[in-house]
């Protein structure tokens, strides 16, 4: 069984910043395209942003010049860094890549188990 694992969330007050972080197991050989979303309550899951195997990176208009998604391939970890936070981005952050579980095989759309952003003063 994969899985990823985020971490990083919490309460944050707005104008703040948080860090999210999203870990692939050790053993596995790598990852490929990854993705952070988030659902609000009562919301549809949204995608936020995406980054590429490459490092080619994109993001919803909402999030776009605010958040900065990375990744650290020697980790095998995905990062969100969330910076000027609005009431509006309160949200369960989930993770999602395609994992190459092994030289041969890939599985596609790994979801973590989601962490919980709230931004209120």
């Known amino acids: 069984q994969v899985q990823l694992v985020e971490s990083g969330g919490g309460l944050v007050q707005p104008g703040g910043s948080l860090r999210l972080s999203c870990a692939a197991p050790?053993?596995?050989?790598?990852?490929?395209?990854a993705a952070w979303y988030r659902q609000a309550p009562g919301e549809e899951r949204e995608l936020v942003a995406s980054?590429?195997?490459?490092?080619?990176?994109k993001y919803s208009d909402s999030v776009k010049d605010r958040f900065t998604i990375s990744r650290e391939d020697v980790k095998k970890s995905v990062y969100l860094q969330m910076t000027s936070l609005k009431p509006e981005d309160t949200a369960v952050y989930f993770c999602?890549?395609?994992?190459?579980?092994?030289?041969?095989?890939?599985?596609?759309?790994?979801w973590g188990q989601g962490t919980l952003v709230t931004v209120s003063s």
């Open positions: 999602n890549a395609g994992v190459r579980v092994t030289a041969t095989y890939t599985k596609v759309g790994v």
């Open positions: 050790e053993r596995i050989f790598g990852i490929n395209t």
């Open positions: 980054i590429t195997k490459y490092g080619t990176t």
